[in-house]
């Protein structure tokens, strides 16, 4: 899939049993990765540091920490910042993620086969 054109309005067989094939590899990965993957936490911070927060693979927050200055903020700068932490916790937990993908299938690229699926799905609605 890596580096392949993919166009959703030709699809051969071949290209679907292709596709199919690369789907099955993925599933099967991760029924054996899901340990590895349940150890995942991602980290994001923002307001230089003062607000923190931590999240799993699915995007569930583990936790929010917040420093001592994060009292001079007002309610609303504090629930954006924190909301940026959170964010960048999520996109730290998927970066991890696509990284144990690329290491068990080198010619499969997550992020990709993402945009593949959003841009198939497109053309479907």
Not at 51 to 58: E, G, P, Q, R, Y
Not at 77 to 104: F, G, I, P
Request: proline fraction near 4%.
């Amino acid at each position: 899939m890596h580096g392949q054109q993919f166009d959703p309005a030709d699809i051969s067989d071949q290209r679907i049993d292709e596709l199919t094939r690369q789907g099955e590899r993925v599933l099967a990965w991760l029924e054996t990765a899901q340990p590895d993957l349940d150890q995942i936490v991602g980290a994001g911070e923002a307001a230089q540091g003062q607000v923190k927060a931590t999240a799993d693979v699915n995007g569930r927050v583990l936790g929010i920490g917040y420093g001592p200055r994060v009292t001079r903020m007002g309610s609303r700068e504090l629930s954006e910042e924190t909301l940026s932490a959170v964010r960048a916790a999520c996109a730290d937990a998927q970066r991890q993620t696509h990284e144990l993908m690329r290491a068990a299938m080198p010619d499969f690229d997550p992020v990709e086969a993402s945009e593949q699926f959003e841009r198939l799905l497109a053309n479907w609605t």
